[in-house]
């Protein structure tokens, strides 16, 4: 997979590509990512690239120019890729959206700053607009990194445990159960028997459970929509009833 990000800032990217799981797959070269200044694509010897609000307003734009000629310069136009402009206004990032760029050879990142990009940027460059929470940040750098990230996390022979993305949180649509390593007892608190038994079907059926539970007490709304199974129903069911009537768990329709 190729990643392109359109950036003001390359910089801020470098470090994290050079750590851990992003620096071990691009040198793998299961990923690669290419940084691209879009400073390097203006005309004017001051190397402007945002300018004042037509109609008034506070805060600057980034103007059309050189995003245009930095995108179009590297991927032609119209762009041989996707070109996502990381946007507070844009669909919301979830495990589904990340498993679908995850099926592309290769896709644009494209980080707006200041108070937003040129309209026509929306209207003529970009082909989607992801944004990673109702919250504004000063620029798309931090959302380009969580995108990136998260889709690297799905590219086979990332991860050392081949399975490890498909029971991450969100993954099967529910959130992950609990996990524990040594020491099997810390400060009087014991990893639970099941884990210690070697037997596996317990096991499974015990993590099961938890991601069930856990999924009830935080993210209810997720069951609403999840395939539950019949031993699933009845462990809902189940622990519904002993909850505390003053705080009965939300209904599960899903």
């Not at 990643?3 to 797959?25: G, H, M, R, W």
């Not at 937003?116 to 504004?136: A, K, Y």
Request: with cysteine.
């Amino acid at each position: 997979m190729r990643v392109e990000i359109f950036t003001l800032f390359p910089d801020l990217f470098q470090p994290y590509l050079e750590t851990s799981i992003l620096d071990k797959a691009i040198k793998r070269g299961l990923l690669q990512v290419a940084l691209h200044d879009i400073r390097a694509y203006t005309t004017d010897r001051h190397h402007t690239t945002d300018d004042a609000p037509y109609g008034g307003g506070g805060g600057m734009v980034m103007k059309p120019e050189p995003v245009f000629a930095a995108v179009e310069g590297v991927l032609g136009a119209p762009p041989c890729c996707p070109v996502i402009l990381m946007s507070p206004q844009g669909r919301p990032f979830t495990q589904k959206v990340a498993y679908e760029l995850a099926e592309l050879p290769r896709f644009a990142l494209l980080c707006g700053r200041y108070e937003g990009v040129d309209e026509r940027i929306r209207e003529h460059l970009v082909s989607d607009q992801i944004s990673i929470g109702d919250f504004v940040l000063t620029g798309g750098e931090l959302p380009a990194l969580t995108i990136l990230d998260a889709v690297s996390r799905l590219i086979p022979g990332v991860l050392g445990d081949p399975d490890g993305a498909a029971d991450d949180s969100f993954a099967s649509g529910l959130l992950e159960y609990p996990h524990y390593t040594r020491p099997e007892v810390f400060r009087g608190w014991p990893v639970p028997a099941v884990l210690l038994s070697g037997n596996h079907a317990e096991i499974a059926r015990w993590r099961r459970e938890q991601a069930l539970l856990r999924t009830l007490r935080q993210r209810p709304d997720l069951l609403e929509t999840f395939p539950l199974s019949q031993a699933d129903r009845k462990f809902l069911d189940r622990i519904r009833n002993e909850s505390e009537p003053d705080s009965p768990p939300p209904e599960i329709t899903g």
